[in-house]
């Protein structure tokens, strides 16, 4: 048996799960086995009711008076306990920041191996994985072993698609057996960002500043152009370091992934790390002063030129042509 980890919102289960189910199928077809779930949250039922059209057989709801909210290592605990049950072939959890701090619980607690981000599986005694590395700029083939072999699925990555024979999934309820310290960690409350304007994740014009730009102040027309452009704002780690931007602007490896039809990064030198957050756009027209910079490398258009002048130009040559 395959257990696949559900994480959802309200009964719906995200993308990324569903993406996590589709891969989860095909691991199981190879090894001729069946797929079940846990789900957290009192919303077993309705889960199961999406699921089942994805192949899940049956759901194992985790019910416990202390897990109403999410507690990475008492769910790390949950998983590790359904494990000792089931003894599940594999547990495959959505490339999520949930799926892999559960999952990096469970083999803690279990002494079991992981693999996260993967793209490909060959089962047999072991695993032949292909996976993502360093935010999909490399791909690694890998090898897992283990009783019970731990994947994460990468994101963004497998087209979700319901199963031929899907049907409904059974409900089962699970209460594990938690400790005092499996509920180290568990959310207190939850802030909605007071940011306003188009997500950066979802807009198709994005425009960025980094280290060139020299102060927060600086940011002030690149706000001007993105509002003529209807564009997102987004920054550099180096602007978040500096404490020009909040870091729910930075774009890259450890910010937020971006595939606009334009990206305008201003004063961004191209960093590999800036880069895996910007590889989806299918435009980039750098703005920096020198040529040389790695990001005039990646780019369709380059200015070469100060961002503090063209900016400015840039805004007034929109407002010309578009009447704004
Ligand atoms: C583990 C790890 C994770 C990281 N994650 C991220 C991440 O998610 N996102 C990210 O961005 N970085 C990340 N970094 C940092 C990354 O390595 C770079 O340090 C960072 O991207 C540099 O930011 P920058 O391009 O703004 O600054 P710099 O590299 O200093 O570049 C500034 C650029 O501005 C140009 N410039 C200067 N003045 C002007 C001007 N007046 N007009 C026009 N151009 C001008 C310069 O020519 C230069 O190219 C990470 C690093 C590590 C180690």
Redesign the pocket.
Known sequence: MILTFVEHEAGVPEDTTLEALTFARDVADQTDSAIEAVVFGDEGPAVADEVGAYGVGAVHAVSHPDLDTYAPEAWGESVSQLVDELSPEAVIAPGSDRGHEVLAHTAAKRDLAMAANCLEVEAGDSYELTRQRWGGTLLEHARLSGETKLLSAAPNEISAEPADDGGEAAVQEFEPDLEESDLRVQISSIEESDEEGIPLGEARTVVSG???V?SPEGFDKLEELADLLDAAIGS????VNEGWRSHDD??????TKISPKLYIP?????????M??CKGAENIMA????PE?A?IQKAEYAVI????E?VPELNEAIREETGQ
């Not at 201003?266 to 800036?274: E, N, P």
């Not at 703005?287 to 020198?290: A, M």
């Open positions: 980094g280290r060139g020299g550099s780690r180096a602007a930075q774009i890259g490896q450890t910010g201003c004063g961004i030198s191209g960093a590999v790390q800036h895996v957050g703005i920096n002063t020198d910079a990001i030129g100060d961002l503090h063209v």
